[in-house]
Nanobody, 115 residues
Framework: QVQLVESGGGLVQPGGSLRLSCAAS????????MGWYRQAPGKQRELVAS???????NYADSVKGRFTISRDNAKNTVYLQMNNLKPEDTAVYYC?????????WGQGTQVTVSL
């Protein structure tokens, strides 16, 4: 069974930065599309960014130019560097690993952007 463990969330002021990490185990990591999703209170879970095995990336319009997703296949880890954070970025951030029709989720890490 796939295991995904997120870390790096926390409280940050507007304009600040955080780096999320997601360590994967029990998968051939390099084969998977890795993604970060987020869910704010009362809202649906949404895709923030994704990265395929070849390194191509995709971002939600709301985070383009501020967030960067990357992966280290040697460490089975995907990262989300978040800069210039805004209050509307406040949410629980989830790591996702997808291969074909299967998808697995981490437990989530809280990101709060507030004064």
């Amino acid at each position: 069974q796939v295991q995904l463990v997120e870390s790096g969330g926390g409280l940050v002021q507007p304009g600040g930065s955080l780096r999320l990490s997601c360590a994967a185990s029990r998968i051939i990591f390099s084969l998977y599309i890795m993604g970060w999703y987020r869910q704010a209170p009362g809202k649906q879970r949404e895709l923030v960014a994704s990265i395929i095995r070849g390194g191509s990336t995709n971002y939600a319009d709301s985070v383009k130019g501020r967030f960067t997703i990357s992966r280290d296949n040697a460490k089975n880890t995907v990262y989300l560097q978040m800069n210039n954070l805004k209050p509307e970025d406040t949410a629980v951030y989830y790591c996702n690993a997808a291969l074909g029709s299967s998808a697995s989720w981490g437990q989530g890490t809280q990101v709060t952007v507030s004064l």
